[in-house]
């Protein structure tokens, strides 16, 4: 069984940086997209990123791109997400996710969630 565990979330202020860390066990990590998605207070979970099984394909929502870096280490099963210039409005419970074997990292192709981590960005 795929376990997804995220860490690395809290409070910061706007303009810093978080670095949020998804410890994967199980499954066929090396073979898997992973991704980031998050869900804030009264609104959808939304796509944020996410990469291909070997690293070399990212995808990332508008509202992050050029703030926000995604990066896997196949060899630790761990995937990363690097936050720069955080703003208030990305306040949320961030969720790591992966895919099946060998599917593109597209928003609809992820299939399990971790539990999830709070970052909270003050103004």
């Known amino acids: 069984q795929v376990q997804l565990v995220e860490s690395g979330g809290g409070l910061v202020q706007a303009g810093g940086s978080l670095r949020l860390s998804c410890a994967a066990s199980?499954?066929?990590?090396?073979?898997?997209?992973m991704g980031w998605f998050r869900q804030a207070p009264g609104k959808e979970r939304e796509f944020v990123a996410g990469i291909s099984w070997g690293g070399s394909r990212t995808a990332y929502t508008d509202s992050v791109k050029g703030r926000f870096t995604i990066s896997r280490d196949n060899a630790k099963n761990t995937v990363y997400l690097q936050m720069n210039s955080l703003k208030p409005e990305d306040t949320a419970v961030y969720y790591c996710?992966?895919?099946?074997?060998?599917?593109?990292?597209?928003?609809?192709?992820?299939?399990?969630w971790g539990q999830g981590s709070q970052v909270t960005v003050s103004s």
């Open positions: 996710a992966r895919t099946t074997p060998y599917q593109e990292p597209s928003e609809k192709a992820f299939v399990s």
């Open positions: 199980g499954g066929t990590f090396g073979s898997d997209s």
